[in-house]
């Protein structure tokens, strides 16, 4: 195993939103130099990065010239400039995870491909190149209502993902290649985040349970451990285990998965990085899951994944009539309360359902971390000093 | 309570040493912007600062300039030009804790007389101000052998400390201000960090048991519970709260106590800021002392201080027979094993004995966190690539 030299790394991170933030705080511990490229010089990330370098992930020039700078590059975002990426290899980059893997994840077809030939639940599927095939395959009767589409690429956080329950949704549906799925009835959403290095050591952290918000789409609450029983756990960590192992990458993995009615798991997506699932670990787990990304970035062993106490997290995300300049609203009251950790993320602007920060709240039992996390949603509200909206 | 409006507050550091640097770790959890003087540029918080400024702490100038650049100023290290923090609390600066309590404890004869006067345990003592008057007053027979000469200004880990045995030593006296105590034959060296905010709510945190590593008078080893019975880290803990709260000072107090071979308490040194003695409370405390003293600092609740798990801390310090640019030996090795947290501080130069990092150890016994911790001080060494000495 190559020696750690913390003294003397540059660790390259594309994109500096929160995720490179909080990768950022755990690397300082470790004396590693970091260098942040993003188009936004008051991203959150550069605030406390060694260096930042302001330009574009989608832009070529941008992330080449970037990663010539660095020993080690790595990415909080998937939607990089692929062909950068692969020329920096091929000069002799170090790049964590591998652009094979990140390449295979852009194209969420080639995703459910590769689920499907390595035996990985997945919802069944198929592949189209625009709308007119759709609708000519629902005329012919070999797709029926309900299904979901999705766009192959640059879907995010929600966004590039259709419900199509009948024929009148089949107007709003994308004219772009999408992969078709049919539709799951869902009990509930688990994730689970899996490490590995480049000796094949592999590691899965606990499960998750999320809770979503059916407002915004995005991840309300989420629990560790998950309340859905020790069996589906230990169920999803091995899938989890067995997907990253699969892929024959190094870094993290964060799976999320359905669990359908039957009681069976389904994956819906993975992201190669540090994941909104996996905020918890910070205070709740021996490792969390920015230290264990370095660790697999690096090369080196892997952390502990066992939990030191229950925790529930949740986002803190802009109030839906708010955009302007942030103003958090119910600081001072939660931070009053054992167990209750902010984490604000620096964006100066909020907007309707934007991710400012989070709180992970930890407590002896679940039960109290549950009231507690209720009542910071109830107090803990982001708005701007001008209601705009 | 003051609200605190995170996306706006400008936190000045005097002095960017590895507690600035932890401090500002936790600052960014926040989105608190951090201003550090130094007169390093290579000093371990210049790396993750907002905004690093170059200066000496000792002096008037860029003290008072760097006080006017920033919404609330704290510092890390004791010995600060206490005229420009008066002039800057004159022109309306907050500053926490107040150059009041600063002034008392840059003081260690009026630092014994406040402790004398308010009841607080410490060893008997008498102030000098040459070698002279003490020499004389040995003569007299007003003062026996043994007894330690600590020098009223300046000292700092152990330096400007004098064992004095015998008249054979009396050649090694300090000729300058000073304090002259009885010598105390010590069981063991405890810690407590008490806390304080300007409503007055007090906390501290769980009593530490000190082991010194008698070649350079460093701590070597914290273990936190203590293992001297409860009664006796009670007791260490009322005494910290009740001097914090006669000091009526904000922020954190680090108070050192001896307990002496009838079993008591006394209190050997304080120091108004994050401590050496807090650092196992990153991971194994609900709230960090670091945490703990931004929230004194801005005037927030002050957090939980319950223990997690059991830990052990160690100091990495430099070997005895290198200096030069810094190497870490064994450091993969001891990232493998569960629970083991390193802390690298980013000097780039090592010295023999100079504090470059620690180690933190948590475990779910206080037997495994020890057995871990004696593992990563026979292997995790701090060494140059030059073997100079």
Same mark, same amino acid.
């Given at each position: 195993?190559?020696?750690?030299?913390?003294?003397?790394?540059?660790?390259?991170?594309?994109?500096?939103?929160?995720l490179g933030k909080m990768l950022i705080q755990e690397a300082s511990k470790w004396d590693i130099a970091t260098y942040v490229l993003d188009a936004d010089e008051n991203c959150p990330a550069g605030s406390?990065?060694?260096?930042?370098?302001?330009?574009?992930?989608?832009?070529?020039?941008?992330?080449?010239?970037?990663?010539?700078?660095?020993?080690?590059?790595?990415?909080?975002? #998937?939607? %990089?400039?692929?062909?950068?990426?692969? =020329? $920096?290899?091929?000069?002799?980059?170090?790049?964590?995870?591998?652009?094979?893997?990140?390449?295979?994840?852009?194209?969420?077809?080639?995703q459910k491909e590769f689920y499907r030939d390595h035996g990985i639940p997945t919802a069944p599927f198929q592949l189209f190149n625009n709308r007119? #095939?759709? %609708?000519?395959?629902?005329?012919?009767? =070999? $797709?029926?209502?309900?299904?979901?589409?999705?766009?192959?690429?640059?879907?995010?956080d929600g966004r590039g993902v259709l419900i199509v329950n009948s024929t009148s949704d089949t107007d709003k549906l994308f004219d772009e290649p999408s992969v078709i799925e049919q539709k799951i009835e869902i009990v509930t959403e688990i994730a689970v985040i899996a490490a590995r290095n480049q000796q094949g050591e592999v590691k899965s952290f606990p499960t998750v349970e999320m809770v979503l918000d059916s407002r915004a789409n995005l991840v309300d609450k989420l629990i560790c451990p998950a309340g859905i029983g020790q069996q589906?756990?230990?169920?999803?960590e091995s899938i989890?285990?067995?997907?990253?192992?699969?892929?024959?990458?190094?870094?993290?993995?964060?799976?999320?998965?359905?669990?359908?009615?039957?009681?069976?798991?389904?994956?819906?997506?993975?992201?190669?990085?540090?994941?909104?699932s996996g905020h918890h670990t910070i205070e709740s787990v021996i490792t969390s899951q920015f230290e264990q990304h370095l660790r697999a970035v690096l090369n080196l062993p892997l952390g502990s994944t066992k939990l030191k106490l229950p925790a529930v997290m949740v986002n803190l995300i802009g109030e839906p009539s708010h955009s302007g300049p942030v103003r958090y609203e119910g600081l001072t009251e939660c931070m009053a309360i054992e167990g209750v950790k902010v984490h604000l993320y620096g964006k100066k602007q909020t907007r309707p359902f934007r991710k400012m920060g989070h709180?992970?709240?930890?407590?002896?039992t679940m039960e109290e971390a549950l009231a507690k996390a209720e009542f910071v949603q109830r107090t803990l509200k982001v708005k701007s000093w001008k209601e705009s909206m």
């Open positions: 195993m190559k020696k750690l030299d913390a003294a003397n790394l540059k660790l390259g991170i594309v994109a500096g939103g929160q406390i990065a060694t260096q930042y370098f302001k330009g574009s992930h989608h832009d070529f020039n941008s992330v080449y010239n970037f990663g010539k700078q660095v020993d080690v590059l790595t990415y909080e975002i #998937e939607s %990089i400039n692929i062909d950068a990426l692969f =020329k $920096l290899k091929e000069e002799g980059l170090t790049i964590v995870p591998d652009p094979i893997t990140l390449q295979l994840i852009q194209d969420k077809g080639l007119e #095939e759709i %609708i000519e395959t629902v005329s012919s009767g =070999k $797709l029926s209502f309900p299904f979901v589409q999705k766009l192959r690429k640059g879907g995010y589906l756990c230990n169920m999803a989890a285990i067995n997907l990253i192992d699969k892929l024959g990458m190094a870094g993290l993995l964060a799976v999320e998965f359905f669990v359908d009615t039957n009681g069976n798991l389904i994956v819906n997506e993975v992201a190669p990085r540090p994941h909104n709180a992970t709240i930890i407590a002896t």
